[in-house]
């Protein structure tokens, strides 16, 4: 991630940038972490294992960054840095 800006995501068969989710900023502190969260969030939520990373297609991918967005924006919205219990509930696996 680019903080604010673009979200790049190189594999050996896609290159593709993603506008990061724009929300009312209280606090970044916890943004990136939260993002990783939700990409790891995502890899288990769609049954992505290692092995399959390279011949992911790009819908899936699509699917997976978006989860990261939105565990990062969610963080930015409070001056916490950590998704609220609320947020945590909603995406169980």
Same mark, same amino acid.
């Given at each position: ?20 989710? *724009? ?42 960054? *978006? ?27």
């Amino acid at each position: 991630t680019a903080g604010a800006g673009t979200i790049s995501l190189r594999t050996s068969s896609i290159s593709k940038e993603y506008l990061a989710k *724009q929300v009312e900023t209280v606090s970044t502190i916890g943004a990136g972490d939260n993002f990783n969260a939700g990409l790891i969030y995502g890899l288990l939520k769609y049954d992505v294992r290692y092995r399959h990373l390279d011949t992911l297609d790009e819908i899936t991918w699509d699917k997976i960054i *978006q989860c990261g967005t939105e565990f990062a924006a969610e963080v930015c919205r409070s001056v916490n840095n950590y998704v609220s219990p609320e947020f945590a509930s909603k995406h169980k696996l």
